[in-house]
T-cell receptor, first 119, second 116 residues
Framework: AQKITQTQPGMFVQEKEAVTLDCTYD???????LFWYKQPSSGEMIFLIY??????QNATEGRYSLNFQKARKSANLVISASQLGDSAMYFC????????????????FGTGTQLKVEL | EAGVTQFPSHSVIEKGQTVTLRCDPI?????LYWYRRVMGKEIKFLLH????????ESGMPNNRFLAERTGGTYSTLKVQPAELEDSGVYFC??????????????FGSGTRLTVV
């Protein structure tokens, strides 16, 4: 079974609009972390935002926010006021186990969502 | 601080040849990870070093892949002999601890390997 599912292979959004990129996850570990990365056409992987499973509030970083719904096992990324520079591939990833207890520390990734911001 | 550096950025080799990829993590990062993305599929974990020791190599596809991290600094990933299905983008990442919440894991720009 897929541990990270991103159901939107491609998304379009108009500049200045908000967009939500979907991510659902599957784990039986009570302690886990969820990450979003951006990969522009240049290839580098840029860390955007992190949500811990025990965090009480949804994570926010500037124009990025994470809509964390634990019971539904979803961790959608919301980008507000989209900019042309937001056009990129976006990956959702999960680390099972706590940050200090290990659990392997490897990340499990989804297949990504290609976002295109249009004028 | 300098980021995670990978080279070469691109490599095209013939089936049966050997290729060595290199990763220089952020200085002081004990944890180093290798990942691979085959065309159109998800990024998959290959292995994890803590300093010079292999913490987890469960993702290594077969014994044609050999990773080393002598001295706990840079790491190399050798593919010998390369097969067509090894084509993809190989990413390296490093972290100071087990993935700090404010910085995540820092990735390099990847090496695009094409086996023809």
């Amino acid at each position: 079974a897929q541990k990270i599912t991103q159901t939107q292979p491609g998304m379009f959004v108009q500049e200045k609009e908000a967009v939500t990129l979907d991510c659902t996850y599957d784990t039986s570990d009570p302690s886990y972390g969820l990450f979003w990365y951006k990969q522009p056409s240049s290839g580098e992987m840029i860390f955007l935002i992190y949500q811990g499973s025990y965090d009480q509030q949804n994570a926010t970083e500037g124009r990025y926010s994470l809509n964390f719904q634990k019971a539904r096992k979803s961790a959608n990324l919301v980008i507000s006021a989209s900019q042309l520079g937001d056009s990129a591939m976006y990956f959702c990833a999960m680390r099972e186990g706590g940050a200090l207890t290990g659990g392997g520390n490897k990340l499990t990734f989804g297949t990504g969502t290609q976002l295109k911001v249009e004028l | 601080e300098a980021g995670v550096t990978q080279f070469p950025s691109h490599s095209v080799i013939e089936k049966g040849q050997t290729v060595t990829l290199r990763c220089d993590p952020i200085s002081g990062h004990d944890n180093l990870y290798w990942y691979r993305r085959v065309m159109g599929k998800e990024i998959k974990f290959l292995l994890h070093f803590v300093k010079e020791s292999k913490q987890d190599e469960s993702g290594m596809p077969n014994n044609r892949f050999l990773a080393e991290r002598t001295g706990g600094t840079y790491s190399t990933l050798k593919v010998q002999p390369a097969e067509l299905e090894d084509s993809g983008v190989y990413f390296c990442a490093s972290s100071q601890d087990y993935g700090h919440r404010t910085t995540g894991y820092t990735f390099g720009s990847g090496t695009r390997l094409t086996v023809v």
